[in-house]
């Protein structure tokens, strides 16, 4: 069987989540099917079960369909580092900062890892579903593009295009990254799978026949725009949420850190109809709020600068300031922050914000765990990813909770003491079981309206 590229013609055309399923709707029909992308920039990433790290939608999408997350699904991950440079992980594990020229310039050195992991996959599934990243006719970047280009012709997957419709310019998009492709490639594409249409699909009737009849491409499908406020891979993504705010009994807001990992925290915020989640980045905005979450952070020492220098230190060092503070959240609330060996900056200590007495210290070990904790008198699945080590896992003092633990929201019972400490009538709900409706509903969506069989079809056709 072949495997699956999926290429967007744009950056955010929606590849993560028609990805994802596609994945589950493979996996329905009963084919062996795991989800990839070589390489991923992106400081939102999760804990697998081999202990790796690699990047939100290939776990998320693994996760959905219930096989093990793996690092061979995300062999190359980007993270923020300092001025010019980037977090390299490789096969799941930190391998320190690279500057991007060098990053470019040694790719070929990357294209085994990549290439062993697709392997590895192919030996343990039928059908591999490798998303793009970005536009894959960048013409200056296209012999270092590991995650379209490189992948596409060296398994010979079958292509997808995917346009986001509400950009405009979907014509050109669609027959200008086609027709950029190597000759090589359009061959391979199967079709075009038309995204995020708003409005009354009729309209869109002799779109389709312009696809088809002049470019030569068969349109697989035109998806209604539909929210799906779950496994977000960026910050990009993470602000096209949408919220129904109309039953919200109390406002959190979350400080936008220009840093800012691990969003995915706040996906059960997002789905609470007694919430109204908001992402600040003003001192005006905190008067609002009843709750302020201090998230998890890329470059900790910088985003705590960024708070002090915003004005955002003589609200967060107040007791009566109700905070959530989670990993870099949590390390900024301690007294000092030292970091000796550079490993975030090249500040070697720095005052924090002095809540939680003592010290936190970056060390060279990084923890990548993930498991079931006992946390606030919980029982709670989750994760830590962090450089800061210090006694305590996680500390509950007077309006404040923070702990190194990502996942912390996804627990009704932690969400349930907080909120209705601050508002008595809140209720709550069953996060599990909205995520695992969620993923159903939205791949119902795709199945109305994507040829899935036509896709198998191809799949099955000779390579």
């Given at each position: ?12 055309a ?13 996996h ?20 697998c ?21 793996s ?57 591999i ?21 490189y ?49 009354d ?16 491409l068969r ?87 960024w ?7 003589s ?28 490993i ?27 498991g079931?904790?006992?946390?606030f ?13 210090t ?44 995520k ?13 309206h ?14």
């Amino acid at each position: 069987m072949n495997s699956l590229s999926i290429f967007g013609t744009s950056s955010d055309a929606g590849k993560s989540t028609l990805s994802f399923a596609i994945t589950y709707l493979l996996h329905k029909r009963g084919i062996k099917v795991a989800p990839f992308k070589a390489q991923n920039v992106s400081n939102n990433s999760q804990v697998c079960d081999d202990g790796g790290e690699i990047a939100i939608p290939q776990h998320f999408a693994a996760e959905a369909i219930g096989i093990a997350t793996s690092h061979f699904m995300n062999p190359i991950l980007l993270k923020s580092g300092s001025k010019n440079a980037a977090h390299l992980i490789i096969n799941g594990k930190s391998v320190g900062e690279k500057d991007v020229w060098s990053y470019y310039k040694d790719i070929d050195t990357l294209k085994p890892f990549v290439k062993k992991a697709f392997k590895k996959l192919q030996t343990q599934y039928e059908c591999i579903v490798a998303e793009g990243a970005g536009s894959p006719v960048e013409l200056n970047l296209m012999d270092k593009d590991l995650s379209n280009i490189y992948v596409a012709k060296k398994f010979k997957t079958k292509i997808i295009l995917v346009a986001d419709i509400e950009r405009g310019g979907v014509f050109a998009s669609i027959y200008g990254v086609y027709k950029l492709l190597p000759k090589e490639l359009r061959k391979n594409v199967i079709g075009v799978i038309v995204n995020k249409f708003r409005g009354d699909m009729s309209l869109f009737d002799e779109g389709i026949e312009i696809i088809q009849n002049r470019f030569g491409l068969r349109v697989l499908g035109v998806v209604p725009f539909l929210p799906f406020n779950l496994g977000f891979e960026d910050s990009q993504s993470l602000m096209g949420y949408t919220q129904d705010t109309s039953k919200a009994l109390l406002k959190v807001g979350v400080l936008k850190l220009p840093h800012m990992s691990n969003f995915t925290d706040f996906e059960p915020l997002v789905a609470d109809g007694e919430i109204e989640l908001s992402f600040i980045s003003n001192i005006s905005e905190l008067s609002s709020c009843q709750l302020i979450v201090i998230p998890g952070s890329k470059r900790v020492v910088e985003d705590l600068a960024w708070l002090r220098e915003r004005g955002f230190e003589s609200s967060l060092v107040s007791k009566k300031q109700k905070v959530v503070a989670i990993c870099g959240g949590y390390e900024m609330m301690f007294e000092r922050i030292s970091d000796p060996l550079g490993i975030e900056s090249g500040e070697k200590e720095i005052k924090g914000f002095g809540r939680i007495k003592g010290d936190v210290i970056f060390e060279a070990e990084k923890t990548v765990k993930k498991g079931s904790y006992k946390l606030f008198g919980h029982k709670i699945q989750g994760y830590e990813i962090h450089n800061a080590q210090t006694k305590n896992l996680a500390t509950k003092k007077k309006n404040l909770y923070g702990t190194f633990l990502h996942g912390l929201f996804d627990n009704d019972g932690i969400r349930y003491e907080i909120f209705s400490q601050i508002d008595k009538n809140y209720r709550g709900y069953n996060f599990k079981e909205y995520k695992k409706q969620s993923i159903k509903n939205f791949a119902q969506h795709i199945e109305k309206h994507v040829d899935i069989d036509f896709i198998v079809q191809n799949l099955h056709l000779g390579k």
